[in-house]
């Protein structure tokens, strides 16, 4: 069978955390929860029995953990074929991105809201106005959340489509290869090989640009996320190395400091 995308698995748990938060009569959520539970059982070509939307949710989020310990999905000869198609589209690198600021903000979706500071990176997940969005993954379902116009920080292992869809927004380009490929063009580790993060590679990239402080908002590397903990100590020595400090606004991965003491630094 075809083995879903973490984005079509997210759309489904989207599909049906909507049903538990839109007011709607009985009837109304009974049928729209049966054409949920229908298309989910076609997907992922079982029977499924469970009604209850919670443990449709968990159902999902297991699958995703799943997919994300597949040999398949973390497949050096993907990020390869990806690589050698987006050679052909580079004509800049993150060498060429205009930045000397000293203090950089860099956000990730684990909090809605984040500090009005700038300048800030993000990934396109996390779905705030940034002055960099930076991405690694390399699901082509990833390009549903390419919906700006701006200037990105994409790896060489993303799906080509997704710098098409930037492209198409009228975006600006900036390409980075990972550490561990010998193309001609600048590299950054993206945490452990073959398994990056795109947080992990925003942090890495606010201090390759020279930023002395980086402040953590909303990057927590929790549940799901956890098994990226390993790549985010690696990505950590490289940027002390560099002599950049890192903080954040929770004190879960990095050191914690208020915004108010951040904006005395």
Request: hydrophobic share 40%; charged share 25%.
């Amino acid at each position: 069978m075809t083995m879903l995308t973490i984005t079509e698995l997210r759309n489904l748990i989207e599909n049906v955390s909507n049903l538990k938060i839109v007011h709607k009569t009985s009837n109304q959520g009974n049928k729209e929860l049966e054409l949920i539970i229908h298309e989910i059982s076609n997907k992922l070509q079982m029977d499924l029995k469970i009604k209850d939307p919670k443990n449709i949710i968990e159902l999902l989020e297991r699958k995703i953990v799943e997919l994300k310990n597949s040999p398949e999905y973390w497949n050096p000869e993907v990020y390869k074929k990806n690589a050698e198609e987006n050679t052909m589209m580079v004509k800049e690198t993150i060498d060429d991105i205009d930045f000397a600021e000293q203090k950089v903000m860099v956000c990730g979706r684990a909090v809605d809201t984040h500090p009005d500071f700038w300048p800030r990176f993000s990934t396109p997940t996390t779905n705030i106005d940034s002055n960099l969005y930076v991405i690694v993954d390399h699901d082509p379902g990833y390009k549903q959340y390419i919906t700006r116009r701006g200037n990105y920080a994409v790896c060489l292992i993303v799906h080509p489509c997704i710098p098409k869809k930037i492209l198409e927004l009228g975006g600006k380009i900036y390409w980075f290869s990972p550490d561990y490929m010998n193309y001609e063009i600048p590299k950054l580790s993206l945490g452990e090989v073959h398994h990056g993060n795109s947080g992990l590679a925003a942090i890495n990239l606010a201090s390759y640009l020279k930023a002395k402080f980086i402040l953590l908002s909303g990057i927590r590397l929790s549940e799901k996320y956890e098994q990226f903990l390993l790549g985010k100590n690696l990505i950590f020595e490289q940027i002390a190395q560099r002599g950049s400090k890192i903080f954040s606004l929770d004190g879960v991965i990095a050191e914690k400091l208020s915004y108010l003491d951040w904006c005395k630094l």
